[in-house]
T-cell receptor
């Protein structure tokens, strides 16, 4: 079942902070975060694994709550370049697939 | 090194025609995925190749869709008798190993328009 992302969209001023959430109805083993700019391919941001391991960009932080089956992506002191749609992928499922959320659209205004 | 490449970048076709979309993954990546993304929507899984194993075709929406991966590298997604609802961006991704625990690297996509 598709993970639920919230909010669906958010508009911020440059320098403000944002939190994007990803909730699953299934037990999480990994959560992947990607950002997609308009007309471009999704770009990897971070992987969080059950047990606490994280791989990702230095300026991006995220949390992974196994008990609550959710992950949150924290964007601090947002820059114009942070604009885009953020997707979370959870899994893997029994077929080694990620299940992707519908995305959160982030707009940063100067 | 080179990333994932896809061709063509844009394809306009008439309803009923067949199309072939190509994906060239990152060298050495054993896992390859095809996704479909309709305008403003998320990623819809289509098919997954892992090494020499039988592909996971569970996401293919109909028997008009098929894909193959030759020599564990290049993959071709074929859509037969295209319909207008097939219009979307088709994204290919590859990962070093099973994508469930590994980073997926996406290609730029092929924008398919069926008239």
């Amino acid at each position: 079942q598709q993970p639920v992302q919230s909010p669906q969209a958010v508009i911020l001023r440059e320098g403000e902070d944002a939190v994007i959430n990803c909730s699953s109805s299934k037990a999480l083993y990994s959560v992947h975060w990607y950002r997609q700019k308009h007309g471009e391919a999704p770009v990897f941001l971070m992987i969080l694994l059950k047990g606490g391991e994280q791989k990702g960009h230095e300026k991006i932080s995220a949390s992974f709550n196994e008990k609550k089956q959710q992950s949150s992506l924290y964007l601090t002191a947002s820059q114009l370049s942070y604009s885009g749609t953020y997707f979370c992928g959870t899994g893997p499922d029994s077929n080694y697939q990620l299940i992707w959320g519908a995305g959160t659209k982030l707009i940063i205004k100067p | 090194g080179a990333g994932v490449s896809q061709s063509p970048s844009n394809k306009v076709t008439e309803k009923g025609k067949d199309v072939e979309l190509r994906c060239d993954p990152i060298s050495g990546h054993t896992a390859l995925y095809w996704y479909r993304q309709s305008l403003g929507q998320g990623l819809e899984f289509l098919i997954y190749f892992q090494g020499n194993s039988a592909p996971d075709k569970s996401g293919l929406p109909s028997d008009r869709f098929s894909a193959e991966r030759t020599g564990g590298s290049v993959s071709t997604l074929t859509i037969q008798r295209t319909q207008q609802e097939d219009s979307a961006v088709y994204l290919c991704a590859s990962s070093l190993d099973s994508g469930g625990y590994d980073t997926q690297y996406f290609g730029p996509g092929t924008r398919l328009t069926v008239l």
